[in-house]
């Protein structure tokens, strides 16, 4: 079993829709989660960090649940520039500060 | 403002034959890092330096080979080519590890 599984899509989604994914992680002792996104071809970019009691960066909300060990990320009111690859990245500090990234979730926001 | 530059950004070589990849830093920041992305796979770490002077193993080091003489730069060799190492290479850096990381644009290497 991969230590971060993401559905790798594609999610297609009209403009202006919502759409919602997870990030499920297998190791418990997880504990710091980020998105990032990396357009097609591009570089990965910093999206936002992943806080415990949940978070939300303008039309971005993020949210973790220890319990069953999943990292969501929902997107309200997509634009077309919202179209990437969504990278699920978790760091284990007590394994050495190890980084863990997903394979990624592609979006596809259509007109 | 350069951030993370890594050069070649594409080349192809043949199995057997050595290059270095390039990574050049411009924002102070004391870790650097290379990563390999597969199709399907997520980004994984092959070397890691915390300073200058100090590299050490990420999760897939084999076949590869780094150095760190002072801040900004840190370049990947690879010392006799596979075609197992096709693959798009990034440069990484970051502020104070574990913190956010600035990618490079990437280099893609194709083994023949």
């Known amino acids: 079993r991969k230590e971060v599984e993401q559905d790798p899509g594609p999610f297609n989604v009209p403009e202006g829709a919502t759409v919602a994914f997870n990030c499920t992680y297998s190791?418990?002792?997880?504990?710091?989660f980020f998105w990032y996104r990396q357009d097609c071809r591009k570089e990965p970019k910093l999206l936002m960090s992943v806080y415990s009691s949940g978070n939300e960066d303008g039309r971005f909300t993020a949210q973790l649940n220890r319990a069953s060990q999943y990292i969501s990320l929902l997107i309200r009111d997509s634009k077309l520039s919202d179209s990437a690859t969504y990278l699920c990245v978790v760091l284990i500090k007590a394994a050495g500060n190890k980084l863990t990234f997903g394979g990624g979730t592609r979006v596809l926001v259509k007109p | 403002n350069a951030g993370v530059t890594q050069t070649p950004k594409f080349h192809i070589l043949k199995t057997g034959q050595s290059m270095t990849l390039q990574c050049a830093q411009d924002?102070?920041?004391?870790?650097l890092s290379w990563y390999r992305q597969d199709p399907g796979m997520g980004l994984r770490r092959i070397h890691y330096?915390?300073?200058?002077?100090?590299?050490d193993k990420g999760e897939v080091p084999d076949g590869y080979n780094v150095s760190r003489s002072n801040t900004e730069d840190f370049p990947l060799r690879l010392e006799s080519a596979a075609p197992s190492q096709t693959s798009v290479y990034f440069c990484?850096?970051?502020?104070?590890?574990?913190?956010?990381?600035?990618f490079g644009e990437g280099s893609r290497l194709t083994v023949l």
């Open positions: 990484a850096s970051s502020y104070s590890f574990p913190g956010e990381l600035f």
């Open positions: 330096s915390v300073a200058a002077g100090i590299t």
């Open positions: 190791n418990s002792a997880s504990q710091s």
């Open positions: 924002m102070n920041h004391g870790y």
